[in-house]
């Protein structure tokens, strides 16, 4: 994988659309905001279905 997600936690709001979708890569961290736990646990195809159900677009790639 050529480039990593990662979750703004200053813009995440706790909703848990992420880790429904994905929860090979997402989870609940301190705070109740979205993390990345594992970045390489399914393929970029299904993190991008996360990342399209996030409501306030937290979720971002990084090369």
Known sequence: MSRIVVVDIDECIGCEACVEACPEVF?????S????YNPEGAPE???EE??????VNCILWED
């Open 27 to 31: 989870s609940m961290g301190p705070g």
């Open 33 to 36: 905001i979205a993390q990345v």
């Open 45 to 47: 195809e299904k993190i």
């Open 50 to 55: 996360a990342i399209e159900m996030c409501p």
